[in-house]
């Protein structure tokens, strides 16, 4: 691939990266600090947190796209797109995700 021909893919990865972080940082804050304040420490608390509910499931769409669109564009199999999809709802996946995604467009980057 040349240069003229990694841009596009390199857009998809800058849009993917923003939003897998986001996304991992999101679930972390929905699965350890709004979970907990709901079921363990109380009401009174939780509303303090509500919001990252309502912000992670508002952003989680676009992580879907971003993911999609990636994917398309690097020429994924259909399993690895289902699984680029889904590693926004672990906390810990769309990290791990994004550093393979990185880890593979660099490789491609070199080999040009």
Known sequence: MTNQALKPLETAMKLFRVMALWCGVMSLLL???NVPTHYWIGKSFHHYFVWVALVHGFTY???VLAAFNYSLKSNKSFTKTILFIL?????VASFIAERKAV???NALKASN
């Open 31 to 33: 699965w350890f600090v």
């Open 61 to 63: 769409p676009i992580y």
């Open 87 to 91: 590693a926004g709802t672990l906390p």
């Open 103 to 105: 880890a593979e467009f």
